[in-house]
């Protein structure tokens, strides 16, 4: 810890501060690695393009990511053998071509048959040339997870935008 002394207007103070380590998005936190999905789940998915399967997403050396096929909402589910603690959901979209705003809803459930509990939904606005990638990282508390499940309204407005994902990751 560094300390600083800065006296104002006549009267003496010291300042406690240390620097903050920054870690990147992409690194997972210390003590923690990536969940490999494929070993521990099976998918689902409404559609996908032949060139972007979902496992470009879901694997750690995917670099392509997901897209589907079809337009409109779209849902991938992942459905874990044995119940799963969560502790971070990485997600990274992407639109380099389109102008739309895209909702998402990352959801869970304790078992295959149960209701879904809410963990976040989202907005976001494709702008390109300037707004092309939406980097969502949460730091959650989730146990027992039997089912994990993200659903993509790629174009709020109803137009016929299709929903694509760079990457999910899990910790």
Request: net charge negative; charged share 30%; proline share 6%.
């Amino acid at each position: 810890m560094t300390k600083i002394s800065s006296i104002p207007e006549g009267k003496g103070s010291i300042v406690r501060k240390s620097k903050i380590t920054w870690i990147p998005q992409s690194a997972p936190p210390r003590d923690q690695a990536w969940k490999d999905v494929d070993r521990i789940a099976s998918v689902e998915v409404t559609s996908e393009e032949s060139d972007y399967p979902i496992e470009s997403a879901l694997l750690l050396e995917g670099k392509r990511g997901w897209r589907a096929a079809n337009p409109g909402t779209q849902t991938i589910r992942l459905i874990f053998d044995e119940p799963q603690k969560l502790r971070r959901i990485f997600l990274v979209f992407e639109d380099t071509e389109t102008c739309r705003t895209q909702e998402f809803v990352l959801r869970w459930s304790p078992d295959i048959e149960g209701s879904f509990r809410e963990i976040v939904r989202q907005q976001w606005n494709f702008n390109p040339p300037d707004s092309v990638r939406e980097t969502e990282d949460y730091a959650v508390e989730l146990s027992e997870v039997k089912v994990l499940e993200l659903v993509i309204v790629p174009e709020k407005s109803g137009g016929k935008g299709s929903a694509s994902l760079v990457s999910l990751r899990l910790a």
